[in-house]
């Protein structure tokens, strides 16, 4: 797993050039150079100087460099500057992987008394670094949308031509419901404890809100409507002038949008990608329905195998499926919510600066369910959270409809 982790993440940069993967276009977002980085901090602040009593870093600067929000393991970085890092140059960077890598595999194949912790901690490590690839080709997508030029991450290849399923409806009878994680695998902290949950009888729209769908409620004026909107939403539109979703531009009377393969005319019938949670919750109130809670979403999910259009696909877009029984709960898009992202009830915070990793952006973001055309499909399980601001849009974030029954 480490092995195979830590080579995607190599895969991910190939072709790039080191002004690529320097380049930083707003807070949220990070450089390519920094997040291949940062994912070897990881690894080396918790786990190999905790573990390793030999081990010394290539650079004891690094541990200041490539902290994130680890207040615990000391100072940072500033956030906003992480593309002012010109040094250490990628050629650095990629020596401190290997010399991070070097490390971890003696310490994984040692064994010892501390294995377990050691092994536990290791998967954590990969599965943080899954995260950091689905940032690093958004991260990019967004760097790469402000030149002129429109440079593809990846060559163009052909779409399918497919129309979009007829919507439909997943009903659902609702009752006393178990979610979250209990099981014997890997799972975030936040993603239990399991807990019971009450559910109105509700449906579940049979697949996404697509780009046609979307192109409705613009030209029904949804953009200019302030009703269909929340107060916090209407103020952030009027301040960013939002007229449609991110990356997206109107020529010769044809949408448009960036995409990392490139420009590409707007497919009418695939989902609609980089739209905020205002946004989100705006279409659903013009549509007369509304967003689902994560409950919902998941008691419904988890009766679906999980396959789909995820980062392994290669695709780096979302797609429309070739089978109209597909619901596209699974990859794609990440779904948006009504949820917002708290802690379950009897959710404990792991002690140390570990316990950083979820616990304390439990505050004023929304959930997110069921993974995108940018997330690594290892990571996927019906319980599975991440979580937004509900104004941001870089990411790869969608939705799909529910409605009361």
Known sequence: MYLAVRARSLSLVEGLTPEDMGLQSMEDASPAKWHLAHTSWFFEQFILKEHVTDY???????????????????????????????????????????????AMLKLLAEGGPEAQIIQELATLGCHHEMQHQELLVTDLLHA??????LPAYREPSPRNVTEAAPLGWIDHDGGLVEIGYDGDGFAYDCEGPRHKTYLRPFRLASRLVTNGDWIHFMEAGGYETAEHWLSDGWARRERE???????????????????LRGPRPVDLNAPVVHVSYYEAEAFARWSGKRLPTEAEWE??????????NFLNSGNYHPTTPQDPDDTQLWGDVWEWTQSPFTPYPGFRAPKGAVGE?????????????????ATPSDQMRPTYRTFFYPHQRWQMLGLRLADDV
């Open 56 to 102: 010394a870093s290539p650079d004891d600067r690094f541990a200041f460099l490539f902290n994130s929000y680890y207040v615990q393991m000391g100072p940072r970085h500033t956030r906003s500057n992480r593309g002012l890092i010109s040094r250490p140059d990628v050629d650095a960077v990629l020596a401190y992987r290997s010399h991070v890598d070097a």
């Open 144 to 149: 790469l949308s402000y030149n002129p030029l």
């Open 357 to 373: 990793y979820n616990g304390k952006f439990m505050c004023n973001q929304f959930v997110l369910r069921g993974g995108s055309c």
């Open 299 to 308: 008691v419904v999910a988890r009766d679906y195998p999980i396959k789909g």
């Open 241 to 259: 002038g939002w007229d449609a979703p991110l990356y997206w531009w109107q020529q010769d009377g044809q949408w448009w949008s960036y995409t």
